[in-house]
Nanobody, 120 residues
Framework: QVQLVESGGGLVQPGGSLRLSCAAS????????MGWYRQAPGKERELVAI???????VYADSVKGRFTISADKAKNTVFLQMNSLKPEDTAVYYC??????????????WGQGTLVTVSS
């Protein structure tokens, strides 16, 4: 099975920056899409950014120009660089990595979530 471990969350002031990391471990044959989602209090989980296997990157309109997603597939790791953070970015951030492990069927795997709090 594939396990995802997230890190990098914390408390930051408005305008500050954070970098989230998500590393997958286990018997991994290959990795496909890698992305980040977030869920704020009282809201549904939403897509923040995703990098697809072909290299296509999609960002939520609310983070365009401020967040950058990147991946190191050789290390089974995806990153989210967050700049110019705003209070409305406060949420629990979850990574999701589609991976093939015991078979060549790609299955979505979720991280445990890391809390990002933007406040002065």
């Amino acid at each position: 099975q594939v396990q995802l471990v997230e890190s990098g969350g914390g408390l930051v002031q408005p305008g500050g920056s954070l970098r989230l990391s998500c590393a997958a471990s286990g018997s991994i044959l290959s990795i496909s899409d890698m992305g980040w989602y977030r869920q704020a209090p009282g809201k549904e989980r939403e897509l923040v950014a995703i990098v697809r296997s072909g290299g296509t990157i999609v960002y939520a309109d609310s983070v365009k120009g401020r967040f950058t997603i990147s991946a190191d597939k050789a290390k089974n790791t995806v990153f989210l660089q967050m700049n110019s953070l705003k209070p409305e970015d406060t949420a629990v951030y979850y990574c999701k990595i589609d991976a093939a492990s015991q078979s060549w069927k790609f299955v979505g795997n979720w991280g445990q979530g890391t809390l990002v709090t933007v406040s002065s």
